[in-house]
């Protein structure tokens, strides 16, 4: 079996798994602590972070921290957005789970781009497209130099 050579590597990166620091129950109320990281992973405010199935929206502080109280459910989506940059990330509620969840959106969209290229692009709409025009293109000329005979 050949080996394929066209796998990207990926960097790692320490800012976009949770990171557990409280043990908590799902009995007890969660405060979930979001904190939303640049490019060299220091906290940034001014960050604009929602969370849904409970619809909370709040813009990170100085130490680029935002806090939430859970409610009932035992899934949320988290959703970071730092200049245009946006991430989603699963947060699942779990018995001794993580409630400080550290988000990287400009890491997270680097590393969507290079595992999921622009649709347009590999899609091979842009290939049809140049095949296309290449054959007008042929046919044109082609038909001006047999019409001047």
């Known amino acids: 079996m050949a080996k394929s050579t066209n796998v990207k590597k990926i960097p790692k990166s320490p800012t976009v798994a949770p990171v557990a620091t409280t043990p908590v129950t799902t009995n007890d109320p969660i405060t979930l602590t979001v904190v939303v990281v640049d490019a060299k992973g220091q906290p ?19 130490a680029g921290e935002v806090q939430f109280k859970l409610g009932t459910a035992t899934k949320y989506d988290v959703v970071a957005t730092y200049g245009s940059n946006t991430v989603t990330v699963p947060y699942y ?12 959106p400009i890491y997270v969209k680097a590393i969507e781009q290079q595992l999921h290229p622009s649709p347009w692009y590999s899609s091979g709409l842009f290939m049809t497209a140049g095949i296309g025009l290449g054959i007008v293109v042929a046919f044109v000329i082609l038909w001006r130099l047999f019409r001047r005979r």
């Open 93 to 104: 509620v779990t018995k001794n789970g993580a409630t400080r969840l550290i988000v990287n």
């Open 44 to 62: 940034t405010s001014g960050a604009r972070v929602s969370i849904t199935p409970s619809n909370a929206s709040d813009v990170t502080n100085g």
